[in-house]
């Protein structure tokens, strides 16, 4: 089974500033099965990246995914006040099949 | 993009099973994955199973033994069964529809608590 660590835990910045959020994979991850959410307190969680670069409908340009292999990155380009949540990434593995996810980054003011 | 609503009982006593039933609109469940996914008070994501409207299953190596996911297509509901709880299933349980192997479409979620 795939384990993916997120790094950091906890992410303090200001609005306007780039955020890099980290997933890294215990073993390689197709790059068509990474995904990356959002979620608000109270809320359920939104997918913002799959397929590690895609951005989902309605995704503002400001989001952006990249990586492969095992070290994928989630990067806001510039903070928006409702960018302040907590991310997740997401992996479909194959053997077994199923989901896997991190366990988040919260990015705080 | 389809609409998901979880149902089902808000309480449920240790040792019982929780039932939950997740209603599917603006959309045929007769296509797409569906699948349960569950979040405890303050912690993160787990993956429960999924669905093919067909009927195929797959779940949670670490629930398997006491988890069972049906559909009725002629309902457009998918449901979840978690046989033998304890007070570790407490959670918010969110339905959702599965596409690009990530998770499309969520449920607005409902909490879950198992206590006497």
């Known amino acids: 089974e795939i384990v993916l660590t997120q790094s950091p835990g906890t992410l303090s910045l200001s609005p306007g500033e780039r955020a890099t959020l980290s997933c890294r994979a215990s073993q390689s991850v197709s790059s068509s099965y990474l995904a990356w959410y959002k979620q608000k307190p109270g809320q359920a969680p939104r997918l913002l990246i799959y397929?590690?670069?895609s951005r989902a409908t309605g995704i503002p340009d400001r989001f952006s995914g990249s990586g492969s292999g095992t070290d994928f990155t989630l990067t806001i380009s510039r903070l928006e006040p409702e960018d302040f949540a907590v991310y997740y990434c997401q992996q479909y593995g194959t053997s077994p099949p199923g989901l896997t996810f991190g366990g988040g980054t919260k990015v705080e003011i | 993009q389809v609409q998901l609503q979880e149902s089902g009982p808000g309480l449920v006593k240790p040792s019982e099973t929780l039932s939950l039933t997740c209603t599917v609109s603006g959309g045929s469940i007769s296509s797409y994955y569906w699948s349960w996914i569950r979040q405890p008070p303050g912690k993160g994501l787990e993956w429960i199973g999924y669905i093919y409207y067909s009927g195929s299953t797959n779940y949670n190596p670490s629930l398997k033994s006491r988890v069972t996911i049906s559909v009725d297509t002629s309902k457009n509901q998918f449901s979840l069964k978690l046989t033998s709880v304890t007070a570790a299933d407490t959670a918010v349980y969110y339905c959702a529809r599965l596409g690009d192997y990530s998770v499309k479409d969520w449920g607005q979620g409902t909490l879950v608590t198992v206590s006497s």
């Open positions: 397929g590690a670069s």
